[in-house]
């Protein structure tokens, strides 16, 4: 993806209040979901334009398998301490194997008379190499937002205000990972350009991961996203935690907990608060003041009825 690219000096995650959000926050942990989970099933989902021929197709076909086998392979040689050229040699014999057998499966199934088309090999073997395609994908997806005053946001991430935005700021280290989506346009990606990135070509390799991990429809515009891309499930935060800001249902006591949580931190957060802007649909974020909640919580209910126990003993 393109390296140029300005980053904000804030990115925001919206999320409700729950043990995973706490998790998340104290243990500074961010988690990378997995495509297929999210809640647009046309996301991060691209369709393959088929403009080669079924030979060329098998080619782009081979060399995803090949890729895919010889990886999952050496991570499993690495895994159990194999290694030597004699390991090597077994996994080259064997992506090379599972590759020709996925091409003679396509052409054993293009030879079905039941396809009523004019190049079913063409077909299936442009099926296989999108299937293929998107298992070379396996990484994960942390979303995040430019603002974090957006009504909608709010409501359909923030627990309709019940919950919290979390402000991140990007080191340099991080850049590289984080990318930009772009709405609108079409979810078609080229068999052309996924061979010329197969063969080393840059800018097709920029284009192909664009199509697949960072292109959404353009009613999602709302969300002005950006996505890091890291490995899937819980990871250690490559991000730095900068500010927390409670929506306007946020309850008093989901404030005080995450505020005292970060009492002792060593590198400060800031909180704030969403606030209505009067007689507008818009919203303000305002600094919180948290020392008269400290001050307040926790509470103990017994002390008010122990203050009125020399009352009652007088009547």
Known sequence: MSPKKKIPKRLYKYRSFSSQTLDQLIGDQLFFADPITFNDPLD??????????????????????????????????????YRGPKTKEHIERHSRREAQQAIEEVR?????????????????FGRYVEIELLRRYDKGIFSLAERSDCPLMWSHYGDQHKGVCIGYSVPERTAENLHKVTYGGSRLVAASAVAKMLDGSVADCIEVDEAVLTRKAEDWRYECEWRLIGSRGSNSSPLELEEIVFGMRCSDTVRYAIVRAFTDRKRPVKFYEMRECRGEFTLDKVEMETGEMLTYFPVRSLFVQEAFSNVRSVE
């Not at 334009?49 to 398998?65: F, I």
């Not at 054993?108 to 299936?124: I, N, V």
């Open 44 to 81: 991060a989902k691209p369709t393959l334009d088929t403009d080669l021929d079924a030979d060329d197709l098998a080619e782009v076909l081979r060399k995803l398998v090949e890729q895919r086998i010889r990886a999952e392979m050496m991570a499993a040689a690495k895994a159990i301490k």
């Open 108 to 124: 054993y199934r293009a030879a079905d008379s039941d396809y009523e088309m004019e190049r079913p090999d063409q077909f299936l």
